[in-house]
C-alpha cells in the first residue's frame, strides 16, 4: 500500500505570498491531519479533517487554512507568507480519528 | 494546557548499551500514547502505540515501551542499541477522550549510537 505522499516536497516563496500544500493519504484513510515542524517550536498542530469536515484546528492565524476534498486529499494554504512561516509542513492520515497516523515525507517551505 | 516532556534532548551511547527514553504528560484523562521516530533523512515513523490493555508494549525493531498512569509516563526502552537507531525519537499524545486526531508531541531526543 502507498504511503502518504506529499506535494510539492521543497517549496521557496517571498514574504507576502500564498502557498497551498498538498497531501494525498494512505487508501482507504479518511482523516487527516496536518504539523508544522520547526526547530525552535517542534512538531505544531495546525489541523484535522475527516470527511471533507474540520474537526480541530491549533492556535495558528487565520493565514493558515485547510480543506478536504470526498477522496480524503487534502490541501492546506498559508497567505501573506511571512518569514517565521518557513518550516518542515507534515500530512498525516488515518482510518479514523483516534487511530494511529501515518505521516508524509513533509513539504520544506522556505519564505525569504 | 495539555503538554508532553521529554527529559532527555541529546543522548549519545555506545552499541550495545541500553536505553531508556522518558516521557511525560500533563493530562488527567484518557490518553493513548505514541512513539514516533525520524531517522536521518527520512520522514517520522510509528514505533509503537498504546491505546488500552497491557500497558507494556513492544514495537518495531525491538523497542518496547510502558505507560504508568500514576507517574503519567510512557518510557521508551530497548535493551540494546545499534548504530542504525541513531535518529530523533518523539513521545507523543491524543486525548482519547476528545475525539480528536490531534497529537500532542514532546520536543524530540536526539539519538546518537557509537558503533
Known amino acids: 500500500k502507498a504511503g502518504v505522499t506529499q506535494t510539492p516536497r521543497y517549496l521557496i516563496k517571498t514574504r507576502g505570498q500564498q502557498v497551498t500544500l498538498s497531501c494525498s493519504p494512505i487508501s482507504g484513510h479518511r482523516s487527516v491531519s496536518w504539523y508544522q515542524q520547526t526547530p525552535g517550536q517542534g512538531l505544531q498542530f495546525l489541523f484535522e479533517y475527516f470527511s471533507e469536515t474540520q474537526r480541530n484546528k491549533g492556535n495558528f492565524p487565520g493565514r493558515f487554512s485547510g480543506r478536504q476534498f470526498s477522496n480524503s486529499r487534502s490541501e492546506m494554504n498559508v497567505s501573506t507568507l511571512e518569514l517565521g512561516d518557513s518550516a518542515l509542513y507534515l500530512c498525516?492520515?488515518?482510518?479514523?480519528?483516534?487511530?494511529?497516523?501515518?505521516f508524509g515525507p513533509g513539504t520544506r517551505l522556505t519564505v525569504t | 494546557a495539555q503538554s508532553v516532556s521529554q527529559h532527555n534532548h541529546h543522548v549519545i551511547l555506545s552499541e550495545a548499551a541500553s536505553l531508556e527514553l522518558g516521557c511525560n504528560y500533563s493530562?488527567?484523562?484518557?490518553?493513548?500514547l505514541f512513539w514516533y521516530v525520524q531517522y536521518p533523512g527520512q520522514h517520522l515513523q510509528l514505533l509503537l502505540k498504546y491505546f488500552s490493555g497491557d500497558p507494556l508494549v513492544k514495537g518495531i525493531k525491538g523497542f518496547e515501551a510502558e505507560f504508568i498512569k500514576s507517574k503519567f509516563s510512557f518510557n521508551l526502552r530497548k535493551p540494546s542499541v545499534q548504530w542504525s537507531d541513531t535518529a530523533e525519537y518523539f513521545c507523543a499524545v491524543n486525548l482519547g477522550s476528545s475525539n480528536t486526531g490531534k497529537l500532542i508531541f514532546g520536543q524530540g531526543t536526539t539519538l546518537q549510537v557509537k558503533p
Open positions: 498525516a492520515s488515518s482510518l479514523g480519528v483516534n487511530d494511529e497516523q501515518y
Open positions: 493530562y488527567g484523562g484518557t490518553v493513548n
